[in-house]
Nanobody, 123 residues
Framework: QVQLVESGGGLVQAGGSLRLSCAAS????????MGWFRQAPGKEREFVAV????????YYADSVKGRFTISRDNAKNTGYLQMNTLKPEETAVYYC????????????????WGQGTQVTVSS
């Protein structure tokens, strides 16, 4: 089992930045790839970014490429999502998730999920 707890969400103006954190406990964090997803009210869950177990590889949704940066610190059992130039349409609950292999973009592939953190971007 891996327990994930997100933090760092909040209210920010359009064009602003936030840094989300995902603290992991339980099994060895470095054995899992980590992804970030988001879900806006009334919308489907959406893939945002994923990082490999070692942190050496990353992949982003086209909509966030160049503005968001995913990273991890395996020594601290923590993953991060730096979000810059935020847009109002990116208001959503952001979730981190962990998977034991690969770098999937489909949420169904992930084994463990956090409870989510709310990000609200005002216009």
């Amino acid at each position: 089992q891996v327990q994930l707890v997100e933090s760092g969400g909040g209210l920010v103006q359009a064009g602003g930045s936030l840094r989300l954190s995902c603290a992991a406990s339980g099994r060895t964090f470095s054995r899992y790839a980590m992804g970030w997803f988001r879900q806006a009210p009334g919308k489907e869950r959406e893939f945002v970014a994923v990082i490999s177990m070692s942190g050496g590889s990353t992949y982003y949704a086209d909509s966030v490429k160049g503005r968001f940066t995913i990273s991890r610190d395996n020594a601290k059992n923590t993953g991060y999502l730096q979000m810059n130039t935020l847009k109002p349409e990116e208001t959503a609950v952001y979730y981190c998730a962990a998977v034991g292999g690969g770098m999937p973009t489909m949420g169904e592939a992930y084994n463990y999920w956090g409870q989510g953190t709310q990000v609200t971007v005002s216009s």
